[in-house]
């Protein structure tokens, strides 16, 4: 892979690997691990087979996702119909940026008047908990933007080829 391919493909490389950080944890949630959701991960289901499946689901979900983002800008991905395969990643794109964004911007962006009109909330919103959904939900506007951008970039050079 050269210089190149990587600088005009970069968008498609940051979705992969945004994909990938999502499907980790989700495998080792699926394991029955705790890691990285210390707290909550004593609510959270698991040690069942449908949390399992959950888990795992997800994880292979967003590792298609990776494999998708990818397909955007390998050569191997240009077998497919353009279309067929950006449109609907340009909605999927959407989609996770705007969960990501509108999660990210009650959660954390309104966090200071939640704390003014409600002290209550200070105490979670200062919970080392708050920062992994921080990351978590930046993750979905990362990966949205880079997956929109990738899929915008296919578009567009197969109308110039």
């Known amino acids: 892979m050269g210089a190149t391919a990587v600088r005009h493909g970069w968008t498609g490389y940051a979705a992969a690997a945004a994909a990938l950080a999502y499907a980790a944890p989700h495998f080792w949630w699926g394991a029955g691990i705790g890691a990285t959701f210390p707290g909550d991960f004593a609510g959270a289901p698991h040690g069942t087979w449908e949390a399992a499946v959950g888990y795992w689901g997800m994880g292979g979900v967003a590792v298609l996702g990776a494999v998708v983002a990818l397909a955007l800008v390998r050569p191997w991905g240009r077998r497919l119909?353009?279309?067929?395969?950006?449109?609907?990643?340009?909605?999927?794109?959407?989609?996770?940026?705007?969960w990501g964004f509108t999660y990210f911007a009650l959660q954390y962006l309104l966090a200071a008047e939640r704390v003014v009109s409600a002290p209550a909330f200070a105490a979670q919103d200062a919970h080392p908990q708050a920062a992994w959904g921080l990351f978590w939900y930046a993750l979905f506007v990362v990966w949205g933007v880079t997956l929109g951008a990738a899929a915008w970039k296919r578009l567009r050079d197969g109308r110039r080829g």
């Open 81 to 98: 119909p353009r279309r067929l395969l950006a449109v609907p990643v340009l909605a999927a794109s959407a989609g996770m940026t705007l």
